[in-house]
Nanobody, 117 residues
Framework: QVHLVESGGGLVQPGGSLRLSCAAS????????MGWYRQAPGKQRELVAT???????KYADSVKGRFTILREDGKDAVLLQMSSLKPEDTAVYYC???????????WGQGTQVTVSS
């Protein structure tokens, strides 16, 4: 079992910045990927960014150059630094944990990000 605890999110004006964090605990395998997905009202959940234990990253085209995903040194945790936020970034953001060694993916409870003036 893997337990994910998310923090961050909230309301920000267009052009502003926010940071999301997610920490994993429990039975953590040595190789995994953690990241963020988001789901806006009436839309499917989509990938935002992920990072693996090797440091390999993946970003949605819509956030490249604006969002940065980082692993916290020495921790099973990731940060998502979001800048130049747009109203279309408004969504519930979900932390995700995935590993070849696990039988399923794990999800956080979700945190709301609202970009509005």
């Amino acid at each position: 079992q893997v337990h994910l605890v998310e923090s961050g999110g909230g309301l920000v004006q267009p052009g502003g910045s926010l940071r999301l964090s997610c920490a994993a605990s429990g039975s953590i395998p040595s190789i995994y990927a953690m990241g963020w997905y988001r789901q806006a009202p009436g839309k499917q959940r989509e990938l935002v960014a992920t990072i693996s234990t090797s440091g390999s990253t993946k970003y949605a085209d819509s956030v490249k150059g604006r969002f940065t995903i980082l692993r916290e040194d020495g921790k099973d945790a990731v940060l998502l630094q979001m800048s130049s936020l747009k109203p279309e970034d408004t969504a519930v953001y979900y932390c995700n944990f995935d590993s070849f060694f696990l039988s399923r993916k794990y999800w956080g409870q979700g945190t709301q990000v609202t970009v509005s003036s």
